[in-house]
């Protein structure tokens, strides 16, 4: 089990003394670039390395100047000396402002992806723990047949490993560096700079630019992100909706001290999932504004600019403390096998009317005789609470002259719903275990 990134560090990445710490690694790289294509002395990338900068101080400038990178170079030149004339030599402040995001959102995605990892992890076990734990499916919120918990949770599991793809994905098509100048010409740096810059921060050179990396890159990561908040809605959802007190089939743990409601102290609500059902809403929202930011003024303007400041930060935060969060729920979520097991009987054998309806169709039966002849048994069964299907079935004369008793007793096995659990897990690459249940 890899272990948890906390908030802090994911936090930690988006810092104002972080983003200055890659402002300045960008500098450094295109200092060493210059020099090594000989625009600046050969001398300047060490000295520059040598250099600190003051968060307090940046801001200070930055209040007279009003612009952040100005206040910066300016910060940076204070300890520099005469040689803080090389420094941006031929630069544009999105060369920077561009590269040094595309770094602090790779070291955002890895915590990310360390964090996706644990979850898909936990939600294997609980799969493969699972995997014929019998309980009702339902259409509708309607029972319809039989499934088991392991099916349920082996989907997650499915749909977050194809989240983890998404966001490698994403992370690959957002690691890129610019260093092309005020409208992407290379006019006064040639591309060798960039494409020396970019490899020596790990970065892929963008193909082409204007002033900046164009925001359909971003958008595609915040977007990701959105769609992977969606999925632990949809997980979240799910476990609210079977810890209804109607249903009670599994439950959020109720840690020892924890309070419900100040109001009724019998009260144990499923906050975790509410919580991040709530924030998923945050997601979507700023994964519109991202959207929002890919249309811009010819090379350039800064109405992206703002915007970035609060969504990039906010959601990746967010969507870690969100998988963080439903990490612990689905680890130490309690299953009521009893009453999933109870709440499979509460159709009284409806639930297997259609493999009574493909089995008498089989001895030669219309599908439109068969279909009024099941939906007849099944309205007795409605209509009075103490018939089941099943007993319906063995008495009714109709389906009796096509049926035998021992083919009706095998039509209402629950086995024949868990036959092929095995082959679902196998194309999940989740093993097997060959185990049969029963329901009484």
Request: glycine share 6%; proline share 2%.
């Amino acid at each position: 089990m890899i272990d948890r990134y906390t908030r802090r560090e994911m936090g930690a990445v988006w810092t104002e003394e972080a983003k200055l710490k890659q402002w300045l690694a960008v500098e450094i790289a295109a200092a060493e670039a210059l020099a090594k294509y000989g625009y600046i002395p050969r001398s300047v990338p060490a000295k520059l390395k040598r250099v600190s900068f003051d968060v307090k101080r940046v801001q200070e400038i930055e209040e007279t100047v009003k612009h952040d990178v100005i206040a910066f170079l300016t910060n940076i030149s204070e300890s520099m000396g005469e040689d803080s004339r090389f420094v941006h030599y031929g630069l544009t402040s999105s060369d920077v402002l561009d590269t040094a995001l595309a770094l602090q959102i790779k070291e955002a995605g890895m915590v990310l992806r360390k964090g996706l990892s644990d979850l898909i992890d936990v939600l294997k076990e609980r799969a493969l723990e699972h995997q014929y734990t019998l309980m009702v499916g339902r259409s509708h919120g309607v029972h319809a047949e039989p499934t088991t918990f392991g099916l349920k949770i082996a989907l997650f599991y499915a749909e977050f490993k194809r989240h983890a793809e998404r966001l490698d994905h994403a992370l690959d098509q957002v690691a890129f560096g610019k260093i092309s100048g005020a409208v992407g010409t290379f006019a006064n740096v040639d591309p060798q700079v960039e494409e020396y810059t970019c490899k020596l921060l790990g970065l892929k050179p963008e193909p082409i630019s204007t002033q900046i990396i164009q925001r359909d890159r971003h958008a595609e990561f915040v977007a990701t992100l959105a769609l992977m908040g969606s999925s632990l809605e949809k997980l979240a959802t799910e476990i609210r909706h079977l810890q209804k007190t109607e249903t009670q089939e599994v439950q959020e743990e109720f840690s020892q001290g924890q309070k419900g409601s100040s109001a009724m102290p019998h009260k144990r609500n499923p906050v975790t999932c509410e919580r991040i059902a709530g924030l998923s809403r945050i997601l979507r929202g700023n994964a519109v504004a991202a959207l929002e930011n890919i249309a811009l003024w010819h090379e350039r303007d800064i109405t992206h600019s703002s915007v970035e400041r609060i969504i990039i930060p906010d959601t990746s935060i967010l969507a870690d403390y969100m998988l963080s969060q439903m990490t612990k729920v689905v680890r130490n979520l309690v299953v009521n096998k009893e009453n999933m097991e109870q709440n499979l009987k509460l159709s009284r054998g409806m639930i297997f009317s259609q493999g009574l309806l493909l089995n008498l169709i089989s001895k030669g039966l219309s599908r439109e005789d068969t279909y009024a002849l099941v939906q007849k048994a099944s309205a007795q069964v409605w209509a009075d609470e103490k018939m089941d299907l099943k007993g319906v079935a063995l008495k009714d004369k109709e389906i009796r002259r096509y049926l035998s008793a021992k083919e009706i007793e095998v039509i209402f096995d629950f086995s024949y719903h868990t036959k092929n659990v095995n082959k679902i897990f196998a194309r999940l690459g989740l093993g097997k275990i060959k185990r049969t249940t029963k329901v009484g």
